[in-house]
């Protein structure tokens, strides 16, 4: 009996430690899910509207276990404070921040070449360009000439590319070149000279590109061979309010969101009426306010603008044969040109010639509208809304009309084929012309018609 129980234990056992071992066996032959890799795609300046949305998506990315973090990004540049948190974030996370200068035809210029050079890895598209970072200020409000930066600061921004480029194995005497010279590269050129890493059309293509490529620079303190290929893409979607800031923190949108706003306001003031012109002017003011937090502006350039609106006023209440309009439109040129100089903390920006050329067709287009419609289109306005009204009757004053029978005072005269009671302050003999000076209810006050030398004109 005893043998029997052993054996059946013994069986029991080994059944037991079978089943233990297959269900390990299955266990190790099922691969595990790989980590994804997330992917956010910009088009637009760096601001700080796309600071935060670029900083969430690294936090984001990072706390959902991604395994590694691709920026998309089109850009002429932008706020040089925006770009030191974006380059802060992304050294502070713990997985690979991958650059991609993309769709085709996209640039990644000024401190969008800052962040690449800062990303463990750089890919670019097809007819793509990357570079063009020398340190612009503004615009000089007297000449319209881009306003350069003195020589500390361009030092200062250069050491800052040698230092990105140096601590991602990248050569820093060419990085450097971005910002002394204003170097602007192509894809092969990048390539050629170490400034991109692979060259791809697609997100597909970037991954499968970069896939058993060691990261440039280090995560966490080590380096790292990618295992791009094939990982699921999470795409970050932007939120609406996301999108609305993205679309009205661009400077050309918030110019003229403040411009159209003042505008509204202004008319509406001037002509009260049902409304409208104050209902969209506080609305375009209202974007342009959270518009302006986003992009930064210059409280000098809003004073300007805002008084070259009143010199604008001052010449359509009062004719000054245009002195108030050249005042205004001097204010209003040297405002908008001061308005995005620079940033209330003291912090400059990064601007590429196409985003200057942009920024100069605003600023003509909305000050030759400006111009035109408050001086000339509120004058008129202002001319409809002072004159008399001329309904019913009152369309009869200062028309002539014909003495049917003797006006002593009173009788009857034809004016536009009808008859109507008259009064006249002196005696007006039957056939003469008299002229319609004013009406009293359905009688027409009247007086004789001189003619030239002073005789009267008798039919």
Known sequence: MVWGVNVRNTVLFACISLLVIGMALCGFG????????????????????????????????????????????????????????????????????????????????????????????????????????????????????????????????????????????????????????????TPDEALDLGMADVKADDMVTFLDAVDGLEIKGTVNGEKIVLDTAGRETVSITLSLKDRIIMAISDPNIAYLLTTIGMLGIVFGFLTPGIGIPEVVGVLFLGLAVIANGYVGFEYGGILLIVLGFIFFIAEALTSTFGLYTAAGTISFVVGSLLLFSGTPGGEGRFFNEESVRMFWLSIGVMTVLIVGFLVFGLQAALRLRRTAPTTGNEQMLQEEATAIDDLDPTGTVRIHGELWNARANERVPAGERVRVVAVDGLTLIVEKKEIKGGENTYG
């Open 30 to 185: 099922q691969s595990q899910p790989e980590a994804p890799v997330y992917v956010l795609e910009l088009d637009g300046e760096i601001n700080k509207a796309t600071e935060e949305i670029i900083v969430n998506a690294i936090e984001k990315a990072n706390d959902e276990g991604a395994y590694a973090f691709v920026l998309a990004l089109n850009t002429p540049g932008g706020r040089t404070d925006a770009m030191f948190n974006i380059v802060e974030a992304m050294q502070q996370t713990s997985i690979p921040v991958l650059y991609f200068v993309h769709p085709k035809g996209a640039i990644s210029a000024s401190a969008g070449t800052y962040i690449a050079m800062a990303s463990n890895m750089v890919g670019m598209a097809p007819l793509t360009t990357i570079g063009a970072c020398e340190p612009i200020l503004g615009y000089d409000p007297t000449t319209g000439d881009v306003i350069e930066a003195p020589q500390k600061v361009r030092e200062y921004y250069t050491a800052v590319m040698r230092s990105y480029a140096e601590d991602h194995g990248r050569d820093p005497d060419i990085a450097a070149r971005f910002v002394s010279e204003n170097l602007s590269l």
